[in-house]
Nanobody
């Protein structure tokens, strides 16, 4: 079972930056697809960014393109979400997710084509991000 622990959330003013971290307890042979999702009060959970860790391929929601960057540090079994130019509408609980356990590259890339709608296997507890205007 993969355990995911998020950190780095907090409160910032609009225009500010935060970096979220997601530490995975088991990285190899496992969840080569990693993603960040968010859920604001009264709204559905939405995909923010994802990465296929084997190739480093990244995927972003249109609402965060150019502002957010997902990256990985394989040595630390950690995925990051750098969030710049934050807006009040970015306020939400942010969750790290992992999937594609044991999949081949073809299988994993097929998963990533629908990363925003897929029900991911493993989830962290979340970290709150609050952006004030």
């Amino acid at each position: 079972q993969v355990q995911l622990v998020e950190s780095g959330g907090g409160s910032v003013q609009a225009g500010g930056s935060l970096r979220l971290s997601c530490a995975a307890s088991r990285y190899t042979y496992g969840s080569v697809c990693m993603g960040w999702f968010r859920q604001a009060p009264g709204k559905e959970r939405e995909g923010v960014a994802a990465i296929y860790t084997v190739a480093g391929s990244t995927y972003y929601a249109d609402s965060v393109k150019g502002r957010f960057t997902i990256s990985q540090d394989n040595a630390k079994n950690t995925v990051y979400l750098q969030m710049n130019t934050l807006k009040p509408e970015d306020t939400a609980m942010y969750y790290c997710a992992a999937d594609c356990d044991g999949m081949t590259a073809i299988q994993a890339l097929a998963v990533m084509t629908s990363w925003t709608t897929r029900i991911w296997l493993h989830w962290g507890q979340g970290t709150q991000v609050t952006v004030s205007s």
